[in-house]
């Protein structure tokens, strides 16, 4: 299974980015796997940023963080979740990655414990 992930950048306060992780595998089935964004600072533990589960009825935020401007998405056709985020700061900067879990029920876990495979990452660097 390989997760790519990939829409990082350096960018404005302010500013928008769309993250996306494309999903692959000969034995992976992307409709039977919720999905999930964490990210991680330097100097940081990685941190629950956004989830959706494999139905995509439900998803779940790290509110504390993202506070509304951010919205998880999958498409089954290509494989692919993505991460919109809107106004964008500083403290957003970090390394995001993106999980699956093969999750047997409608759920949108924010553990990472639950997830089985993760991508390598795509750094987003918010200037002030």
């Known amino acids: 299974v390989q997760l790519q992930a990939s829409g990082g950048g350096l960018v404005q306060a302010g500013d928008s980015l769309r993250l996306s992780c494309a999903a692959s595998?000969?034995?992976?089935?992307?409709?039977?796997?919720?999905m999930g964004w964490f990210r991680q600072a330097p100097g940081k533990e990685r941190e629950f940023v956004a989830a959706?589960?494999?139905?995509?009825?439900?998803?779940?935020y790290n509110e504390d963080s993202v506070k509304g401007r951010f919205t998880i998405s999958r498409d089954y056709a290509k494989n692919t979740v993505y991460l919109q985020m809107n106004s964008l700061q500083p403290e957003d900067t970090a390394v995001y990655y993106c999980?699956?879990?093969?999750?047997?029920?409608?759920?949108?876990?924010?553990?990472?414990?639950?997830?089985?495979?993760w991508g390598q990452g795509t750094q987003v660097t918010v200037s002030s």
């Open positions: 999980a699956a879990d093969r999750e047997g029920s409608d759920y949108a876990p924010f553990e990472p414990n639950r997830y089985d495979y």
């Open positions: 595998g000969r034995t992976f089935t992307f409709s039977r796997y919720a």
């Open positions: 959706i589960s494999w139905t995509g009825g439900r998803r779940a």
